[in-house]
Structure formats: C-alpha cells, structure tokens
C-alpha cells in the first residue's frame, strides 16, 4: 500500500489553523458576552436620566403633559434612544458619569446652548399655543417617556373646552 502525504498542509500548520480557529471562537464568544453586559447596562440607563429629570423639574404632570403634546406633534420621535442621542450627543457616557456624581450643570448648559441654538435658527414648535424649542420638546418628550413606559395621551385645552 501506499502512503498518502499532503505536503502543503502538515500536521503543524493543522494545529497553527486549529488554534486560530479556537482563537477567534473565544473572541466571537467574549464579544457575546460584552453584548449581554452592555445591553444590561442600557436596561439601567434610564435610571441616570431618571435622577437627573427628578433635579431637573418639580412638576412632573405638567411636563408629562406637555411631553406627549410634543410626541403627539412628532411621533417620530418616540424613542427614548433616540432622545438621548440628539440631546446628550455626542457626550452621553460624560453625561451619565456626571449625573451619578450628582453634578448637573455640565447636562443643564449643555441643553440650554442646543435650546438658545434652535431658536436662533427657528427650530421651534408650537404646542398648545407655546412656541418651545425643538430641544426643549424633546426634554419633555425624554423625561415623560423616561417616567412613563407608555406615554399619557392628554387632550389639548381646546379640545376640553369643546365637551
């Protein structure tokens, strides 16, 4: 009988292959695991925002109320995520670090230089009769959907006076 040899592909490098395969199984299996912590770390992310909406405001019906005037007017915008991104962009790890120290006013100037930016260039909205800030709509928006999983629908005060 003969022996059959595959010179190109010794049994050294089938264990140099084996390796890197085992290799690049362990980092697909530690990227997984980062995956998980990290998605365990954004179910918790709302809890910063939940402090710093407490700090930052008294009344939480009348920002609720207004929160859901502003995602009645732009539902687009219904997204948590998507609220801290454009209001807390491109800082919002510093932001969150911040907050869980109890330090607000970087967030708070912050917020009010985008607020002041748009309405020097008209990115404004007319709710109920108020013309806020694109920015400040979404602060109201963030915080009712930050305090509420599901947004309260309230009537506009037209409508009220309509029944």
């Excluded at 980062?34 to 992310?45: A, R, W």
């Excluded at 939940?50 to 019906?61: A, C, I, P, T, V």
Aim: charged fraction near 25%; glycine fraction near 6%.
């Amino acid at each position: 009988m003969k022996e059959y040899s595959n010179k190109k592909f010794s049994r050294r490098k089938f264990l140099f292959l084996l390796g890197f395969a085992g290799l690049g199984t362990l980092t697909y299996s530690i990227g997984n695991l980062t995956s998980f912590f990290v998605n365990l770390s954004n179910q918790k992310s709302g809890e910063w925002l939940d402090r710093y909406f407490s700090n930052l405001f008294g009344d939480k019906r009348s920002v609720k109320m207004t929160g859901n005037l502003y995602l009645q007017h732009r539902p687009d915008e219904n997204d948590k995520a998507f609220l801290t991104k454009k209001l807390c962009s491109p800082k919002e790890n510093y932001f969150r670090d911040l907050v869980d120290q109890g330090k607000y006013d970087p967030l708070n100037k912050h917020i009010l230089k985008n607020h002041l930016t748009d309405f020097e260039q008209g990115n404004v909205v007319n709710i109920d009769g108020w013309i806020i800030s694109q920015t400040e709509g979404r602060v109201y928006a963030l915080a009712t959907l930050v305090w509420n999983r599901q947004p309260l629908i309230f009537r506009s005060s037209k409508y009220r006076h309509r029944l």
